[in-house]
């Protein structure tokens, strides 16, 4: 099953390449920060789900450590792709493309479905407008966006806004444009609400 699989195949090596061009024993270094990631699980308050607190703990644990040891530019860059690369997947896989067609109307009723029971199931938001040609949400609060400000690493926000932006391009590319109305539309930004807005341009 597609629930099933593991993500940590992806991202795993993928840490352990990047990591390693720059520090000594990067299993050693991951294997340190899986064992000692309960001490950040501790601080978080007890109001974030306990999935999401699983889902993001040990990535902004190993970003805290690499910070550390490499600087705030070079640990950014590398848990940037980890998560880019590891959000994509998983943003994939639960849109199930190859057992359901990729079409404007199955993109709404797949958005919607994760929104409901996929892993942005605990952000609040509204559907603003739904056409044959449009679709738009707005994203009223941001859980991963208040557990990333509430342990300091706040730049690691539009990280995650970046998987929406490559995965829904790439979708339908060419035929249905994804943006968010301009700049400055995410709550990552400082906005009140982000903003969805998916466009077909074959119509």
């Not at 994939?92 to 190859?98: A, G, P």
């Not at 409901?116 to 707005?138: A, C, H, P, S």
């Not at 790439?170 to 109305?181: C, E, I, P, T």
Request: glycine share 6%; proline share 5%.
């Amino acid at each position: 099953m597609i629930e099933d699989f593991n993500l940590k195949k992806v991202t795993s090596p993928l840490l352990l390449h990047l990591i390693g061009r720059e520090l000594p024993m990067p299993r050693l270094f991951l294997w340190r920060c899986k064992l000692t990631v309960g001490r950040l699980k501790r601080r978080i308050d007890p109001r974030f789900p306990a999935e999401l607190v699983d889902l993001v703990a040990l990535p902004v644990w190993v970003y805290m450590h690499l910070k550390e040891r490499l600087g705030p530019e070079k640990a950014f860059e590398i848990m940037r792709v980890a998560i880019l690369t590891g959000g994509l997947a998983k943003w994939n896989l639960q849109f199930d493309t190859v057992a359901v067609p990729r079409t404007f109307e199955n993109l709404c009723a797949q958005e919607k479905r994760m929104n409901d029971t996929g892993i942005t199931r605990w952000n609040t938001l509204d559907v603003v407008e739904q056409t044959d040609r449009r679709f738009e949400l707005k994203v009223t609060r941001c859980l991963y966006h208040e557990l990333a400000c509430s342990l300091g690493v706040p730049e690691l926000t539009p990280v995650m806004c970046g998987i929406d932006n490559a995965a829904n391009n790439s979708y339908l590319a060419d035929h249905v444009v994804f943006h968010r109305g301009g700049p400055g539309h995410r709550i990552s930004d400082g906005a009140k609400e982000c903003r969805f807005v998916w466009e077909r341009t074959d119509v």
